[in-house]
Nanobody
Framework: QVQLVESGGGLVQPGGSLRLSCAASGTIFSIGAMNWYRQAPGKQRELVATITSGGSTNYADSVKGRFTISRDNAKKTVYLQMNILKPEDTAVYYC?????????WGQGTQVTVSS
C-alpha cells in the first residue's frame, strides 16, 4: 500500500528552524511533483512549496527566502527546511505527491511557532 509519512514537526520559538521530512513507502514505480501544504486553524489549506521531478521549485510568497524544498529520489523523500519561523507559520503541514499516476497525502505534522 502506497503511503506518505511526515516527520519533523514540533514547537519552536520565533526565528528558529525546523526541517520536515516526508517519505513515500510501498510499491512505487514513478514519483512526479512533490508538494508541501499547510492548514492553520480556521483557514483553508494552502500550497507552501512545490518541487518537480526535475528539481524545479516554487514557493508561496509568504515563505520565499525562508523555506527550502528539496527531494532525494533514491530515498523517495521530500524535505522542507524552514528558517526564520514566524508565529503565522503555525499550522499542520501536509505533504502531497504524485505517485504511480495517483495523488497521495500524508497524515500531517503540527508546527507551532511560539515563545
Amino acid at each position: 500500500q502506497v503511503q506518505l509519512v511526515e516527520s519533523g514537526g514540533g514547537l519552536v520559538q520565533p526565528g528558529g528552524s525546523l526541517r520536515l521530512s516526508c517519505a513515500a513507502s510501498g510499491t512505487i514505480f514513478s514519483i512526479g511533483a512533490m508538494n508541501w501544504y499547510r492548514q492553520a486553524p480556521g483557514k483553508q489549506r494552502e500550497l507552501v512549496a512545490t518541487i518537480t521531478s526535475g528539481g524545479s521549485t516554487n514557493y508561496a510568497d509568504s515563505v520565499k527566502g525562508r523555506f527550502t524544498i528539496s527531494r532525494d529520489n533514491a530515498k523517495k523523500t521530500v524535505y522542507l527546511q524552514m528558517n526564520i519561523l514566524k508565529p503565522e507559520d503555525t499550522a499542520v503541514y501536509y505533504c502531497n505527491a504524485a505517485l504511480n499516476r495517483g495523488f497521495y497525502w500524508g497524515q500531517g505534522t503540527q508546527v507551532t511557532v511560539s515563545s
